[in-house]
C-alpha cells in the first residue's frame, strides 16, 4: 500500500491509536462426553442412549439459561481381544459429545454439578467469552479512534498547529477471547455409580475476558512556524 507523503504546505501525521477493555463475560461454554460399555453392541447402544435422553432433559430443564444445545460426534466402538485368534469383540464402548452454551450464570455452578454426577459423564469447562457481536468489541474500537485523535492533535498542538484533515483510518483490528478460549478451564468427571445425595454445587467465578482494538490514522496538518 503506498502510504501517502506530506508536503511542506500539507505536513502528515501518522499516529495509532490503542484501547485495552477488561470486561465481564456473557457466555460460557461447556464440553460434555458421555460414554458406555458393554459386552454387546445392543447394551452399549441402549445404555449410551439412555443416559443421553437423561442428560438433554437435564439441560432442556434450566429453560432460557440454557442459549444453545448441539450434538456433536458420536460413536460405538467394538474392542477386540488382545489374544486369541480372529477378530473376537471382548466389548463395545459407545461415545456422544455434547456442546452447550449458558448466559446465565446463576444456574451454571448447580448445572455443571449435576452433570458430573451422572454415570460415565465428563464435563469440561467452563470456557468464559464474550458473544461475536459484543458491545464491548464497538466500544474498543471508538476508544481507540478517540485516542488516535487526541495523540495526533498533542503532536500538532506541541508544534503550535492544528489538524485540518484526516487523510485515512486503517483498522487493524479488535482481538478479544473469541474464537480462542482463554485460560484453563475445569475438568469434572463422573464415575459409573449412584449418588446417594446431591452433589454440592460448584462455585464458579467468570473470568475476565479482556478485549484491545488498534488503529492507525493519518491527518494533515497546517504548517507550524518552526
Known amino acids: 500500500m503506498t502510504v501517502p507523503h506530506g508536503t511542506p504546505d500539507a505536513p502528515r501525521i ?65 474392542e477386540l481381544k488382545e489374544h486369541g485368534r480372529g477378530e473376537r469383540v ?13 448466559s446465565d450464570f446463576t444456574a451454571l ?40 485523535v487526541q495523540r495526533a492533535k498533542e503532536y500538532a498542538e506541541a508544534l503550535g498547529t492544528s489538524l485540518t484533515a484526516l487523510l485515512e483510518l486503517a483498522d487493524i483490528g479488535a482481538e478479544g477471547p473469541e474464537p480462542r478460549f482463554v485460560g484453563k478451564a475445569a475438568r469434572a468427571r463422573s464415575m459409573a455409580y449412584e449418588a446417594d445425595t446431591a452433589a454440592t454445587p460448584l462455585d464458579l467465578e467468570p473470568q475476565r475476558q479482556h478485549v484491545h482494538a488498534q488503529v492507525d490514522a493519518r491527518f494533515t496538518m497546517a504548517p507550524p512556524r518552526l
Open 90 to 102: 471382548h466389548a463395545h464402548h459407545g461415545r456422544v459429545h455434547i456442546t452447550v452454551e449458558l
Open 14 to 78: 501518522a499516529v495509532r491509536g490503542e484501547a485495552h477493555l477488561e470486561v465481564d463475560p456473557e457466555i460460557a461454554r461447556l464440553g460434555i462426553t458421555i460414554a458406555s460399555r458393554g459386552k454387546d453392541r445392543r447394551t452399549a447402544l441402549d445404555d449410551l442412549t439412555r443416559r443421553n435422553a437423561h442428560a438433554l432433559d437435564l439441560l432442556k430443564s434450566y429453560g432460557d439459561a440454557v442459549e444453545r444445545l448441539e450434538t456433536g460426534s458420536f460413536s460405538i466402538t467394538p
Open 109 to 148: 455452578g448447580e448445572l455443571t454439578t449435576r452433570l458430573a454426577d451422572q454415570e460415565l459423564t465428563t464435563v469440561d469447562g467452563p470456557w468464559w467469552a464474550l458473544r461475536r457481536d459484543s458491545p464491548a468489541y464497538r466500544e474498543a474500537r471508538r476508544q481507540a479512534v478517540r485516542e488516535a
